[in-house]
């Protein structure tokens, strides 16, 4: 339950990883607020699968960082891709104290593994559900701390600011329009993919900090850095869709178009394996192309994709024997809300963190299993210098015109509209391909 009008020190907007590890990382002394849209688990860090980066030994920093900047082909900023390989370690050891465990190997060592364009095996995992594992611990922990006030089914409407300076939000609680005041305010609300008719993130995460930033004139950053999965379960509703791992491609998946016939080498680089699907799709006049993983051994199937299997198979398809339709969706963005290496925005007083902020760590191009730990790094930093600024923030109450938000639904609408036009105009190409269906 929260008052209209309420005071905190510090409001931090979404319960992902980013979020959580924010609010974990303020000093115990800060009344501190963390709300999500929907119900607290459901965030897209809950979803993550294939595990997170760390520098398991100083001597890969060169080559992780390489594979960094190529991924994000060289568009990355140096300096924040340096911190956050650097702070690497030191997040792992931190997970691991909040409970955290990852695979390891019988003689008790961790299990490292790999993906694409990763030059070694230096991925930490927990089975394929590395992201709820996180985000329970996470989770776990925020609910023992006593300065920390949760609330779920609350939604931000807007960031009240005066004179560049950040002095609360309004928000939506138990049915009822609200002002909360706070000396600072934390956005850790996610990507965009709830915009998109095809994504693999939670539908309700909808950009919303980017329309407030547009509102607002808060500095945005390649907020048309979207990154597509070539192949994501094809389901005729606005669900979210569900990911199929490149890896099943890995072990011998061919894609095949209306004819039956291959049209692309699956293996090659994501984004050439996007576009290919997009054109077939147009050619063969359907929102989808095939997926055909008959030529994998059953047996390895069972062994190797069991999640992948099990969820087919829910939705009536078995993968050992049926063909399984495709279609490529939003995953990731790479841009958003500009801020430092302590997730500052050009706004005084508010933080951006995980895949809200753009700090420059993945460029044009995320590397696989790179945005969990940037979202951990980045979200420990913005709580470390809130701690130490706070005490010379004051905290005022200015008047909000509550009348803006007499249609919420109005509001929303207006909201998406604010962040495609956005992508339409930086990125028209981009924007007709993936954002106009
Ligand atoms: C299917 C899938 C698999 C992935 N696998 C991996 C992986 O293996 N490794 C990896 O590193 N990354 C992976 N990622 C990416 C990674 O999970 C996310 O980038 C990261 O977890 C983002 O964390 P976050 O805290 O910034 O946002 P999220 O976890 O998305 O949380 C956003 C929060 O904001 C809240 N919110 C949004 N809008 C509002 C509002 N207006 N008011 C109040 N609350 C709001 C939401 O309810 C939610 O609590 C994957 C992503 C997906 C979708």
């Not at 809950?46 to 997170?52: K, V």
């Not at 004179?163 to 138990?174: A, S, W």
């Not at 693999?200 to 900090?209: K, L, P, V």
């Not at 011998?252 to 049209?263: C, D, Q």
């Amino acid at each position: 339950m929260i008052n209209d009008n309420e005071k905190f020190d510090v409001i931090v907007v979404g319960t992902g990883v980013a979020g959580l590890f924010t609010a974990l990382s303020i000093s115990g002394d800060l009344k501190t607020l963390i709300i999500s849209k929907d119900k607290i688990e459901n965030s897209d860090s809950y979803l993550a699968q294939g595990g997170i980066c760390t520098l398991k030994e100083p001597s890969d920093f060169d080559s992780f960082m390489e594979d960094t900047l190529r991924a994000g082909r060289y568009e990355n900023r140096e300096e924040t891709v340096r911190v956050m390989i650097e702070n690497s370690p030191m997040i792992m050891k931190r997970l691991i104290e909040y409970g955290v465990e990852f695979d390891q190997k019988v003689d008790g060592s961790f299990e490292y593994t790999r993906e694409g364009a990763h030059s070694t095996y230096r991925i930490l995992h927990h089975k394929d559900v590395t992201g709820k594992e996180i985000t329970n611990k996470l989770l776990n922990n925020v609910r023992s701390r006593d300065n920390i006030t949760m609330c779920e089914y609350t939604k931000m409407l807007d960031v009240i600011i005066e004179d560049n300076t950040v002095k609360g939000i309004v928000i939506l609680n138990e049915g009822e329009l609200k002002c909360v005041y706070a000396k600072e305010v934390v956005l850790a609300t996610g990507g965009i993919g709830g915009l998109f008719a095809h994504s693999t993130n939670f539908r309700h995460i909808t950009g919303d900090s980017f329309a407030l930033a547009l509102r607002h004139n808060i500095e945005l950053e390649n907020i048309n850095y979207i990154q597509i999965h070539p192949t994501t379960l094809y389901e005729e509703n606005f669900t979210r869709k569900f990911l199929i791992s490149e890896s099943v491609r890995g072990e011998g998946a061919i894609l095949l178009n209306k004819a039956g016939e291959r049209f692309v080498d699956e293996l090659l680089p994501r984004d050439v394996v996007t576009e290919a699907i997009r054109k077939q799709m147009e050619e063969d006049g359907r929102p989808y192309v095939m997926l055909s993983l008959r030529h994998i051994d059953d047996e390895e199937i069972h062994r190797h994709f069991p999640n992948i299997y099990r969820h087919c198979m829910e939705i009536g398809y078995d993968i050992t024997k049926d063909d399984i339709p495709v279609t490529p969706a939003q995953h990731y963005l790479m841009g958003g809300i500009a801020t430092d290496t302590y997730g500052r925005t050009s706004v005084k007083n508010l933080y951006a963190v995980g895949e809200t902020a753009c700090n420059g760590v993945h460029g044009a191009n995320r590397l696989a299993s790179n945005s969990l730990l940037e979202s951990l790094v980045f979200s420990e930093r913005a709580g470390w210098i809130i701690t130490e600024e706070i005490g010379e923030v004051s905290l005022d109450t200015p008047e909000v015109d509550r009348s803006l938000y007499a249609d919420p639904e109005a509001w929303d609408e207006a909201n998406k509209n604010l962040v495609m036009e956005e992508i339409k105009r930086r990125d028209r190409d981009f924007y007709d391909k993936w954002c106009n269906s």
